[in-house]
């Protein structure tokens, strides 16, 4: 009998499949995120408008944050069956990659343009495809330093306080250490990813529209990840038929005691 290969180990699999899905919705988070759009006008409902430490505005968001979510789902994920070196592993694998990612952007911008690619898409009503090109793959470098450094942070942050809240509660309450980790370590994303890019950078916000847009960013994310708790279930549910009961269990008291 021949020996068991480690592309055998489901568990191996399953470590490899999130880890892929992981990481390309952090690039594409990344990638989208240059575009903004109105919530209110993607529903189709009235404005609303929000007051806050004296600013106004609507609700308009980055497209990266439609992605930012499953992220957070993937890191509980991660954090529950693979413990704090697999959300680490993964972590600095999609900042290296993000890093990658637009490296071969602004090479790709850096390229000399064919003549008649540049106008190539005029019918469309893009009357200079390179300037179109540039504009969407070529973000600020303060936008970029700011989302790479929150990501970072935010990921030990959640990791962290996953397995204090793990610590403290044992295997029960999932819902409870994974929208913990979140609530904690999106507070700190939302705000650095805006203080790195905005206030630093060269577009010098006021503190009070830091605040502001911060606060409904955070505000936003956490909507979206309690409604996503019982995606957290669900995938739970199709571990342990992946690998069975007895390894599923196998995995978390590892993860646990990691």
């Known amino acids: 009998m021949s020996p068991a290969r480690t592309l055998d180990d489901r568990a191996v699999r399953l470590f490899i499949a999130l880890a892929a899905f992981f ?39 980055t497209a990266g944050t439609l992605l930012w979510p499953m992220v ?4 509980d994920t991660i954090n529950e069956f693979f413990g ?14 993000i890093v990658y990612g637009f490296l071969f952007a602004f090479a790709a911008i850096a390229l000399a343009p064919a003549g008649w690619w540049v106008t190539a898409a005029q019918p469309q009503g893009v009357p200079d495809y390179q300037k179109a090109f540039a504009a969407i793959f070529g973000q600020g470098m303060w ?39 979140t609530a904690v370590s999106q507070l700190v994303d939302s705000f650095v ?10 577009q010098k916000w ?18 979206a990840a309690i409604a996503l708790i019982p995606l957290l279930y669900l995938m739970r549910r199709g571990i342990r ?18």
């Open 23 to 61: 990481c390309v919705n952090a690039v594409l988070a990344e990638f989208i995120g240059v575009k903004i759009f109105a919530l209110e006008d993607t529903l189709g409902i009235a404005p609303l408008e929000w007051n806050l430490f004296g600013q106004k505005g609507s609700l308009s968001f």
């Open 72 to 75: 957070f789902i993937l890191t």
């Open 84 to 97: 704090r070196r697999g959300v680490k592993f993964i972590s600095w694998v999609a900042v290296a990659l």
């Open 143 to 181: 936008t970029i330093a700011g989302s790479i450094v929150a990501f970072l942070l935010g990921q030990l942050i959640d990791v962290a306080v996953f397995h204090r809240i793990r610590n403290a509660t044992g295997e029960k309450h999932v819902w409870l250490r994974a929208t913990g980790s």
């Open 193 to 202: 990813v805006l203080y790195i890019a905005f206030v630093l950078g060269p």
């Open 206 to 223: 006021p503190t009070s529209l830091f605040l502001a847009v911060s606060t409904v960013n955070y505000a936003y994310k956490m909507l």
């Open 241 to 258: 038929a992946y690998l069975g009961s007895a390894r599923e269990k196998e995995l978390r008291e590892e993860a646990a005691a990691d």
